[in-house]
Structure formats: C-alpha cells, structure tokens
C-alpha cells in the first residue's frame, strides 16, 4: 500500500486506536501518526510501548497540521472534543470517528466542523474484550467490516479516500445511513450485550449456584457471555444511552420470543423448539459462510494475538 493520509492524529488511544496505528504501521499508509489521550498514565504507556509516532499533552497539539484525524474517545465525550480541536482543524482535512452509535455522534460533533472540514462518520465493527493501549494488534480489521456513514452533502472524493484508508488496514468496507445502522447494530451488537451482561448477571444472582461452581463448570455458552460482559464498561454505557430507541425496540422484540420459548417449554411444544433452532442455526452457518468466524474449535480466536498482526 502506498501513503494515504500524509499525518493521522488518534484522539483516544485505547484498543480501536491502537490497533490503527499498529495496522497504518503494517501497511504504510501514513508518514507520521500523532496521538493524545486524556489520561496521563496512558499516554505515558503508549509512549513506553511506541504506540503512535508522538503522543501529544494536549488533543489540539495532535490534530495541528493532521490531514485525518480520527475521534477514538467514548462516545459521550465526542462534543467536548470536538469543540476543543475544532479552532486548529486544517483546511480540507477528514474528520472520522470509530463509535459504535452514529446518530448520537453525529448530532455531537457536526455543529463543531468547520464548513471546510470533511466530516464523515465511519464505524469498524471489530474489537476484544479487552480494552486500553496495550490490547491493540494490526490484524483486528482484517476481514472485517467498517461502515461508513457519511452526509449527504459529503465530498465524494474525501469518501473514496478514507474507504481506501480503511481497505488498507484490512477492511471490507460499506456505506450505510445512520439511523439504518443504528438499528442494525442494536440486533447484532448493542442487544446480545445487553443480553450477556444481564446472564451474568443472572448467575451472579443465583446464590443456589456459588462463584466456585459458575467458574469452574462453565460451558462454551456461559463462557462467551463473559467475554462479552467482559467489555469496556463505559463504552457500553454510552452506547445504550445513545442508541436508546433502536435498543428498546429489539429488546421488546427479544422478550416476545424469549415469552414464546417460554411457552412452548412449558407445553412441551417439540416441533416449535425444533424449527426455530434449526433456523437460528442457518444463520451461524451463514456468518461462518461469510468468513465472518469460523467453525474451528474456541471460534478459532488466539489468546495471544501478535501486536503487529504476524
């Protein structure tokens, strides 16, 4: 790949930021990335572990002279931000972010982008249960998907060059409207969250079952409820504040199925059990099928991925 972007600036420098930088890295897509994140232990970490070329004390430091630069904070601290950098954005730059609501990070950061500004939404459907500078590896995006989300008034030409920038990391990537993903997300992300923080939380309840005998005689199924409720606590926090509407309207339809089950367990009702988890099936055949996962033994996934993805 050749360069992209002449200098990247990562507001936030935990495990999407990371990841970036060591991927920009891999692939040389920019000459120089800068960085910034609030807190003062982090930004000395990813200074010790050589995340970013120069780690910035202030985010307005970082984004001087950036031709992308990319909001990697918690979604509601994306307004602060932005307000704070938008006097020294340069002319004709792109303006991203990595949050996993787009409606709610559009309303916030949109009235801070100077009209000369390209501001376009984008979303890399990636990430661990493991959060911080030092969690992130060059090949999270790799055959994974980003969503753009940009206005409709946006440069194609600033579109195109952001889509490559992402391709070079290794994503496949799409366009979307950001009410449209926000409904998406809120089947396949915000809700199963939701979902295996509360059967965590159910066992955790349950005082019949001790911590001693959850642990220890976990199956895969429980298991992977824990690595996800395992995730940033206030990222998540943010994303069901934001995407609000969109959450609540697939958990009511979860309850109407979970209340149907429900039903049929009772009744005894074989054929209904039957039919509607040879269907749920067809769809995990169908995300293996996309070379979203994969049918290996643990999903295939490596305790110990590499930081820079070999």
Not at 122 to 136: D, F, K, R, V, Y
Not at 281 to 300: C, K, W
Request: hydrophobic share 40%; aromatic share 8%.
């Amino acid at each position: 790949m050749s360069v992209v972007y002449e200098r990247v600036a990562l507001i936030g420098l935990g495990l999407i930021a990371s990841s970036m930088f060591w991927a920009i890295k891999r692939s040389g897509l920019a000459n120089e990335v800068t960085g910034f994140a609030r807190s003062a232990e982090t930004r000395q970490t990813a200074r010790r572990i050589g995340l970013c070329d120069r780690v910035c004390e202030t985010a307005k430091e970082a984004v001087e002279d950036a031709d992308l630069v990319v909001l990697c904070v918690p979604i509601g601290a994306m307004e602060a931000i932005a307000k704070d950098i938008s006097s020294v954005l340069k002319q004709g730059i792109t303006v991203s972010d990595v949050g996993s609501v787009k409606r709610a990070v559009i309303d916030a950061v949109t009235p801070s982008i100077p009209n000369n500004v390209h501001f376009i939404p984008a979303h890399p459907l990636a990430g661990t249960e493991h959060s911080g500078p030092e969690s992130g590896f060059a090949s999270l995006f790799d055959n994974r998907w980003c969503l753009l989300v940009p206005p409709e008034d946006a440069d194609q030409g600033a579109i195109d060059k952001l889509s490559a920038f992402w391709q070079g990391m290794g994503s496949n990537v799409d366009q979307m409207d950001a009410d449209h993903h926000d409904l998406v997300l809120a089947v396949t992300s915000h809700a199963p969250h939701l979902i295996a923080y509360t059967m965590v939380g159910v066992a955790d309840d349950l005082r019949r079952v001790t911590d001693n005998e959850v642990i220890k005689y976990s199956a895969a199924g429980f298991r992977d409820f824990t690595r996800i409720a395992a995730s940033d606590p206030t990222m998540w926090r943010d994303v069901f504040l934001t995407n609000k509407e969109a959450t609540l309207e697939i958990l009511g339809r979860f309850t109407e199925e979970l209340f149907a089950l429900q039903r049929a367990i009772r009744q005894s009702d074989g054929d209904h059990l039957y039919d509607y988890f040879t269907r749920t099936r067809s769809i995990r055949r169908g995300i293996v099928e996309a070379g979203q996962d994969t049918d290996q033994p643990d999903f295939g996934r490596s305790a110990n991925a590499d930081r820079d993805g070999k």
